[in-house]
């Protein structure tokens, strides 16, 4: 499966944007968006299974991301409102995930695959 971001960018603190994944070469049936900010690891922010729309998302988000399904294009949609300097980071597409232990877990190297990754920056 070949994973394709976009949409990164940079905003003012309270501002939105909406990231995109697009997936070719296979079907997916689960995704997720991951982020790494400088210093920190990185952090499954929220994942999606294809076939039936169930959503997880981190703590840090709840309530302003929303994850969405666009069959059509076989495309997996991160809407984030309301964002904050503290969300600043690289964002990643990632499939297969998993939620184990409350977290979103993305697939170990070779066993899955990894978008190419999009910046948002979040200024104060």
């Known amino acids: 499966v070949q994973l394709q971001a976009s949409g990164g960018g940079t905003v003012q603190s309270g501002g939105s944007l909406r990231l995109s994944c697009a997936a070719s070469g296979s079907d997916v049936y689960n995704m997720g968006w991951f982020r790494q900010a400088p210093g920190k690891e990185r952090e499954g922010v929220s994942c999606?299974?294809?076939?039936?729309?169930?959503?997880f998302y981190a703590d840090s988000v709840m309530g302003r991301f929303t994850i969405s399904r666009d069959g059509a294009k076989s495309a997996v949609n991160l809407q984030m409102n309301n964002l904050k300097p503290e969300d600043t980071a690289i964002y990643y597409c990632?499939?297969?995930?998993?939620?184990?232990?409350?977290?979103?877990?993305?697939?170990?190297?070779?066993?899955?695959?990894w978008g190419q990754g999009t910046q948002v920056t979040v200024s104060s």
């Open positions: 990632a499939t297969p995930v998993t939620v184990v232990g409350g977290k979103c877990l993305g697939p170990h190297a070779g066993f899955g695959s």
């Open positions: 999606i299974s294809i076939p039936d729309g169930t959503t």
